[in-house]
DNA sequence: TCGATCAATGTAAGCGCTTACATGGAATTC
DNA sequence: GAATTCCATGTAAGCGCTTACATTGATCGA
């Protein structure tokens, strides 16, 4: 011991050029040589301590702090063929539901010692598909998706890599992986009963592009589907798309009062579009829900604040966060073959709308 | 070019155990040996095309297409000790402030050809601090933090690993590091000035705990100057500590409420718990601003749209974003040493503050 | 007491890539 | 036409880590 330390100290005055303390970041091998161990003891210590013999270990983790050691990832990654890290790619940020999924999945992958790797893809499909290949190329061991429309070739070529996936945000028995999230079409459709039962026949929509947009092409199916149940004609719905945002929903609203018909109630594919029409309609001098209802979706916290409170439905997205990490974790550690998990939703009737 | 073809076919018909066709992920070797040439040659095809031949060119990208083949992230970073990687530790991403400047910081690094890793800390200086070394072990080039307040070990840390940073969201000349953002300090007091100015004596603020907060602990600072500047003693101040959110907000005003004497204004640390502190306002039945004046902080969307529209601080987050990454890619690029920016803010003045 | 067994550690071969340096042939110069 | 230059490509040495396998010394049963 007292051998050591001496050795040590005249180390630290002498330095020979070899092994001079210069300032390039330590390496495994730098801790093995200041604790005189292998460069395998060291990984085992740091690894699977349980492995390595107390003494041995505490002389490493000591090593370790004095140098300020901290590990090389892609080394790490590049030899181990694994990295603990799950990526996920959601359309945006700016949209609070993602951010507030992703929490809870981010929560419960750090359970797990996983860390998580996040992209916006901005709904561009060509930006997801070379976020995904990035994922892929940085090791991720699992990626979560949102949506399950896009080329299957990306699906393949996930297959092709063994990287396994969870889409969100739908729910797809039909579907070749595994899905977790709610049924969009029987949701909306759920949410247009009630408001023609409300005695609403002129409807209009503000929609998200739903061309590359599952979620939205399927809302939009279940407005359709209970309008043409309704006997309604296909003609009384009147569809605007629009960009995500509170200033664009108001937009969209101007939109449609621009047109001939006027209609009784306008269904937003979501809160904020929901309360940027709102406030645009009040500015403009028409009342909620006496002139115009509307109806949003997702009920975020906004939803219940917003005056007036907005009809809308209630998705639990943190659960849905919660289960993809589940999921997720299981198929990277090949514990069981994940199968799809429905999200209930649930109609959140507020006085945003009211009876025609 | 024939006998290569047929060379080719032959092989795929006839596998032998050495070159065999297993779904083993393709690597720079596979494509070299496909493309008849060296591993070098492939490499810079990829990474500098101008310095091989257009022949050449041709050749290897083919083969890189029928292979499929995805350089391995973490092999390249190990070898070429750069990642073309620039991290962001945020405090949460349910913050929508937070969202906006990272959008705006990651379309100003994806036009350089960076991408972005992305972490959040729910406001924990300790997981702040695993971020960071994570980050760092991850081969980041440079990281993008918010506020200044943090253990200057870490700092040290750093700047020993040789990472370049850039603080957004204060503005400190004193900093050793280059910041980018505003004066909060500043900011805040010029509100309260305002609000005074209006004749407001008891001044509530709902406010982050602004212990490990300098934004929070700067904005407090920032009313307390005004409010000694007008000679107002500080026990006319009650401060509420609250978590983020618009119920979180509300809750805060209930106990502001529940205090034995009631303040004419609440001013928020942000535009979120404003919105919902003026939602439970109304529900217990008081008038906004005739009984109780509000102000936020931020002046996001919902500020404009709120009923009655919020008095606020204009903070322009997208510039801010896109600053915090022009500074860095400098940084990484040791184009020049970066200084610090000031981002400008403005009082918005809206109807929820009114005259005492 | 001796070999068998086992736990702790060491040895060294990669993981897939980049890049300094070596090489060889074509273009250029006189 | 020989010497020089230069450009395209090849060779091979790592980058910092993990891990299969080898080695060692201690422990144990008979």
């Keep these: 011991m007292k051998c050591n330390d ?57 090593a370790v702090r004095e140098l300020g050691y901290a590990p090389n990832f892609n080394a790490r990654a590049l030899a181990a063929k694994h990295t603990n890290t799950i990526g996920a790619i959601i359309p945006t940020m700016e949209n609070a539901i993602f951010a507030r999924a992703l929490q809870a999945f981010q929560e419960e992958l750090g359970g797990s010692g996983v860390t998580l790797l996040v992209a916006s893809s901005s709904y561009r499909a060509d930006l997801e598909e070379e976020q995904i290949r990035t994922l892929v190329s940085r090791g991720a061991d699992g990626i979560l998706l949102i949506g399950y429309h896009r080329d299957p070739k990306i699906y393949e070529f996930l297959q092709r890599q063994g990287v396994p996936i969870v889409v969100a945000w739908v729910f797809d028995p039909q579907a070749d992986v595994p899905t977790v999230g709610f049924d969009n079409f029987t949701a909306m459709k759920a949410l247009a009963d009630q408001v023609i039962s409300m005695g609403h026949r002129r409807i209009a929509t503000i929609t998200a592009n739903p061309e590359y947009n599952d979620r939205a092409s399927e809302r ?98 943190r659960r849905m966060g919660k289960e993809a990490a589940r999921m997720l974790i299981n198929l990277v550690n090949a514990t069981k073959d994940q199968k799809n998990t429905l999200i209930e939703t649930s109609l959140k009737i507020r006085s945003s709308l009211s009876k025609r």
Tied chains: 1, 2.
């Design 220 to 317: 939009l199916r279940g407005i359709r589907a209970a309008m043409s149940e309704a006997g309604i004609s296909a003609t009384d719905l009147s569809i605007v798309e629009s960009a995500y945002g509170i200033d664009e929903g108001g937009k969209a609203l101007e939109q449609i009062l621009a047109q001939t018909v006027r209609p009784s109630v306008v269904m937003c594919g979501n809160d904020v579009l929901a309360v940027g029409a709102i406030a645009r309609a009040k500015e403009l001098g028409l009342r909620v829900p006496e002139d115009i209802s509307v109806t949003g979706f997702d009920d975020i916290e906004i939803a219940k604040i917003s005056s007036p409170p907005l009809t809308t439905v209630h998705v639990p997205h």
């Design 6 to 62: 001496l050795g040590n100290r005249i180390k630290n005055l002498v330095m020979t050029t070899d092994e001079a303390n210069n300032d390039r970041t330590p390496t495994l091998a730098d801790v093995a040589r200041l604790a005189k161990v292998s460069t395998a003891t060291v990984s085992r210590c740091l690894n699977s301590p349980d492995q390595v013999i107390e003494k041995t270990r505490t002389k490493v983790l000591a």
